[in-house]
């Protein structure tokens, strides 16, 4: 390896199919390329950063960016770029995109007035997202599944069809200012204001839900559709487990 190259690691989910659960990616800083590799470390693909970021105004943030395997769709989210690979067709060593999609397209000015905020992730681990001026998250995934990708974009929640990138619906009220979660029927979406949940379904965007829960301190893990948290009544540790789909 030449003197100077370096490999980040990026966060890898994966959903519940015995899939690419040993995969692996990581930055290669001399290439440019996204590297995939298994258990063994041997090298699976690639993906080149060009494919996805086509006009860099940010330098690469591992901390920034994230991949999602949902069967053997890969969904690789990098600052403001969504992309979409079948890992089932590898030419060339690469696999076939499937589709992009740019959040920078309808940002103008906003671009001007990025900031970052670090969330807690489902797993524990934390995560750096690109926030607008108003706290508000630019490019976040929120759900990827057979079906739906949905991801938030300001004010915005969009569900892309996951096999084409197409906009299925929108919603243009969100207030997402923190954890946004979900699975195949509902996207809960956490505002860190007033520890508000809004739960939506995933199927045409509507509202079904709409409630309060603890503040962040006392929440222990969220699980698709179920959060648990802790609360020290009378000197007693009470852990609550609440259904986000119904509140």
């Known amino acids: 390896k030449a003197l100077g190259n370096y490999r980040y690691p990026i966060d890898v989910h994966w959903d519940r199919l015995p899939f690419h659960r040993d995969t692996r990616l990581e930055f290669d800083n001399g290439n440019q390329d996204l590297v995939a590799r298994d258990g063994q470390g041997t090298e699976l693909y690639k993906i080149s950063m060009n494919e996805i970021v086509r006009q860099q105004r940010f330098g690469f943030n591992a901390n920034m960016s994230q991949a999602r395997f949902v069967g053997h ?59 607008d001026a108003q706290n ?58 007033n520890n508000e949940v809004v739960t939506y379904s995933a199927i045409d965007g509507r509202e079904i839900a709409n409630f309060k829960v603890p503040p962040e301190g006392q929440r222990i893990a969220i699980q698709g559709t179920r959060l648990l948290t802790s609360e020290t009544i009378n000197a007693k540790q009470t852990l609550k487990l609440i259904d986000l789909a119904t509140g």
């Open 73 to 131: 769709m890969l969904l690789i989210n990098v600052g403001f770029y969504l992309a979409a690979y079948d890992t089932n067709v590898i030419e060339a060593g690469r696999p076939r995109q499937l589709w992009r999609f740019d959040v920078t397209n309808a940002l103008g000015e906003d671009l001007n007035n990025i900031r970052y905020r670090q969330i807690r992730q489902p797993n524990g681990r934390f995560r750096m997202i690109p926030m």
């Open 136 to 193: 508000r998250p630019l490019c976040n995934i929120a759900l990827a599944s057979r079906d739906l990708v949905c991801l938030v974009r300001g004010t915005k929640l969009f569900a892309l069809d996951s096999r084409t990138g197409e906009i299925v619906w929108i919603r243009h009220d969100v207030r997402a200012s923190g954890e946004i979660t979900g699975d195949e029927r509902v996207i809960s979406v956490f505002s860190e204001q």
